[in-house]
C-alpha cells in the first residue's frame, strides 16, 4: 500500500494550461446562429464553408458551436467541410476515396488522462488534422485540450532538451499483444492485440504490415510483436514552411498512469516505451519538461452537444484530463481523421 501511494505521487500530471486560454476563443469559435436553416439546425452553406475554412488557414483550429445537430453523422458533414476542402487542395484527387467513411470511437477509457499529442506522429503515415463530434456532453469537466504547437515549439527550442531531441529524433517501441493468448484471461497489460491494430490473423501478414509503415519488428514471448519506428520529434510544416514539434509523452509509458489495467505494471513492462533515436532513455527532468511544454499554451474545448472541432495536427496538440461520470452521466465525442501523409521528419534550416 504504501508502495501504491509513493508511486502515484510521484506520477508526472499534465495541468493541460495556464488557467487562461493560449488561444483566444474569437480566434476559432464560429457560431452557428448566423447560419442556422428553418428548422433551427445548421445549414450546409457556401458562407459557413468559407468561414470554417479560413478560420482553420489562419488558425489551425476552428470550433462550430450552437449547430442544433444530435447525430454524429450530421456534424460529421460540417467538419468535412474543413477536412474535405484540405485533401482537394493539397492532394489533387477524389477526396471522398481518402476519407473512412466512418465516425471512431475515442478509443481510451475515460477514466485515464490522455496527453498532449499529435495524432499517429508514431507511424510513418500520419494525418494532417482530426475532428471531433459531440454527442454528450460534460459541461465543465469534459473538455478537450488543445496546446498551440507553434508557441511551443519555440519554447521547446529555447532549452537544451528541445536542442538535444532536434539532434538525436525519438524511437516509438510498441508491443503489440497477441489476442489468442488472452482469450479467457483477464486482459492485463492490453493495449492493442496486433490482430487488430494491422487487421490480420497472419502472423507473416502483421510483421509485413508493420514493415510497410516504416516499423522495425520482432517477436517476442507469447507472440508479443514488437516493433520500433525511429524519426524525427519535429514534422516539417508545408503551410508555414518550419518544423513543429510532432512527439509527446503520450507514446511513453507514462501515457498508461492512470489506465485500468495497465497502470498497475511497472513502467518496463507497458506496451508503449519511448527514446532518444539513440536509443537512451529520458530523464525525469526531460519529461517533466516534455510535459510543462505543452501545458503552457493549452486552452479548452467545453463540448456541447452539436459541436464540432477540426483540429490542424501541426499546429495544435490535443489531449485530455480524467474524466469520472457519476451516475446518469455522459461523454461522447466521435472522431474523424483527416487526409493521411507520410511523415519527412524535420528539414534543415526551417527552425
Ligand atoms: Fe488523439
Not at 506520477?11 to 493541460?16: E, K, T
Not at 474569437?26 to 459557413?48: H, K, N, P, Q
Not at 511544454?293 to 459541436?307: A, E, L, M, N, Q
Not at 455522459?330 to 481523421?337: F, K, M, P, S
Request: proline fraction near 5%; include cysteine; hydrophobic fraction near 40%.
Amino acid at each position: 500500500m504504501t508502495d501504491t501511494i509513493a508511486q502515484s505521487s510521484d506520477l508526472i500530471r499534465p495541468s493541460w494550461w495556464t488557467g487562461s486560454p493560449a488561444v483566444p476563443a474569437d480566434s476559432y469559435v464560429v457560431d452557428a446562429a448566423e447560419f442556422l436553416g428553418s428548422d433551427g439546425r445548421v445549414a450546409v452553406t457556401d458562407a459557413l464553408a468559407e468561414r470554417m475554412r479560413s478560420t482553420f488557414r489562419d488558425v489551425g483550429l476552428v470550433h462550430v458551436v450552437n449547430t442544433g445537430l444530435t447525430e454524429h453523422s450530421d456534424m460529421r458533414a460540417i467538419a468535412k467541410l474543413v477536412v474535405d476542402a484540405e485533401m482537394a487542395y493539397r492532394a489533387g484527387a477524389n477526396p471522398r476515396g481518402v476519407l473512412e467513411p466512418n465516425v471512431y470511437e475515442i478509443g481510451a477509457p475515460l477514466e485515464a488522462w490522455l496527453h498532449y499529442h499529435h495524432e499517429m506522429a508514431y507511424v510513418g503515415t500520419s494525418t494532417k488534422m482530426v475532428a471531433f463530434l459531440c454527442k454528450r456532453e460534460l459541461p465543465g469537466r469534459g473538455a478537450t485540450f488543445v496546446s498551440d504547437n507553434l508557441q511551443a515549439t519555440d519554447a521547446l527550442m529555447a532549452t537544451e532538451f528541445g536542442r538535444k531531441l532536434a539532434r538525436l529524433g525519438v524511437c516509438y517501441r510498441r508491443d503489440l499483444t497477441d489476442r489468442e493468448a488472452f482469450v479467457g484471461r483477464e486482459p492485463i497489460g492490453v493495449y492493442n492485440h496486433w490482430q487488430h491494430s494491422l487487421a490480420t490473423d497472419d502472423p507473416a501478414e502483421a510483421e509485413a504490415r508493420a514493415q510497410e509503415r516504416g516499423l522495425q519488428t520482432s517477436w517476442g514471448p507469447d507472440r508479443v510483436l514488437q516493433t520500433r519506428y525511429y524519426v524525427s520529434a519535429f514534422e516539417h510544416f508545408p503551410q508555414l514552411d518550419r518544423n513543429v514539434l510532432y512527439s509527446s509523452v503520450a507514446d511513453h509509458a507514462m501515457w498508461f498512469d492512470a489506465w485500468p489495467l495497465v497502470e498497475q505494471l511497472p513502467p518496463e513492462q507497458r506496451p508503449l516505451w519511448m527514446t532518444f533515436g539513440d536509443d537512451s532513455d529520458f530523464t525525469r527532468e526531460e519529461l517533466e519538461l516534455f510535459v510543462d511544454v505543452y501545458d503552457r499554451f493549452g486552452t479548452p474545448i467545453d463540448w456541447r452537444v452539436g459541436d464540432v472541432a477540426v483540429i490542424c495536427n501541426y499546429r495544435f496538440a490535443h489531449g485530455r484530463p480524467s474524466i469520472r461520470l457519476a451516475a446518469g452521466e455522459e461523454r461522447e465525442l466521435g472522431v474523424l481523421l483527416g487526409e493521411p501523409f507520410q511523415r519527412v521528419g524535420d528539414v534543415a534550416d526551417r527552425w
